[in-house]
């Protein structure tokens, strides 16, 4: 008997995956433990191993194409066996659904109209999908479905904007390149497009003068590179400062959840990483635990790998609170978007040089970068936010506290 290949769960969140590539075509050999496919979960992009072996039957999507966590989508088996044509589950699914796409004969015209208005016949598309389709008045016919065969999902209909009618074309036009959204790209796009747009970001800026804190870390490189083969860089000391400021306003390691706000008393630091594909952010456990020499060794670890593409899905997983630097560009302040369901993130800028007049009426070259703290303002309001930054800022001027 054939075994079904399921769309595999990887995280806790995940709901739906996208083959990005399919190692084997149907009609090869396939071993116990050998790498079948990858698939995009929401987070990253994991290569999936059999648990049979056999001969990869039928594949019922392609790649870029998408499928409900615990669905079947392929199956392995002896040469010559018979397995489904379509994909199990998508006609008992389309069943229930024939019901609706049609009004009774003796309805209401106006219920006939309303629900001609928003359900098409043969339309490929899941319970879900229809039932937001008709919440919001969306015509069907005009949404892109990226589900198996085109088949449209839950996702489609709730991203979907009606577009107003282009204007006629110019004579002479660059057409240009259409990228479509899929993989890592569509899954930042996604999570980004709904924390913007279902958090109230507030950002706050603020300078730090680094004087001294470049004069401790020049202390602190020999003694951390003797102990991890580590060289600790300004963003381990700034993450630890976070970690220390979060004990004084513990409102900012937290998590919005739809029953309430939950806070934390360890924090588990994310950090995010530009990889070629996009962002990913991993989390390092328990990290208010750790001194700079254990912090140091922990961020270059995950940091690493993930530009290696190595991370696992439990890596990137439980973080309270995030920190996002852009250390080494010209950038001096930027807007970082909050990690949901985290309220909080604190942007890091480049360094970069400023003109000062001190107290003494002299004028000196101050090397000095920019932090800038966005937070959720359902969570919390402006004062404690300016008190939480201002407090980080503290430390990072007068660095010997964080030894203490």
Known sequence: MANEVLMPKLSST??????????????????????????MTDKIAIEVEAYDEGILLKKYIGDDESAPVNSVIAYIGEAGEKVPDE???AEAEAAPEKAEEAPKADAAPAAAEATS????????????????AREKGIDLQKVNGSGPKGRIQALDVANYEEKPAAPAAAAATDEGE????????????DRMLNSKTTIPHVTMNAEVDM?????LRGQLLPMVEEQTGNRISFLEIIIKA?????????????????EGIKRFKDVNMGVAV????????PVVQNASAMGLSDLTKSVKEVTQKARDGQLMPQEMS???????????SKVQSFNPIINAPEVAILGVGGMYDKLVLTETGEVKNVSTLTLSLSFDHRVADGAPAAAFLSTIVDMLENPMSLLL
């Open 87 to 89: 994909m199990p589950g």
């Open 211 to 215: 004087t001294k804190l470049k004069e």
């Open 14 to 39: 995940m709901d739906v995956g996208t083959i990005t590539t399919w190692f084997k075509e149907e009609g090869d050999s396939v071993e116990v433990g050998e790498a079948i496919f990858e698939v």
């Open 242 to 258: 976070a970690m220390v400021a979060l004990k004084s306003y513990p409102e900012f390691n937290a998590h919005a959840l739809d």
């Open 117 to 132: 208005n928003v359900v098409a016949k043969n339309i490929r598309a899941t319970p879900a999908a229809r039932r937001i």
């Open 318 to 328: 439980g973080g309270t609170f995030t920190v996002s630097s852009l250390g080494r």
């Open 178 to 189: 259409l990228i479509p959204w899929s993989g890592m790209r569509k899954v930042i796009a």
């Open 274 to 281: 530009a990889v070629p594909a996009g962002l990913v952010v």
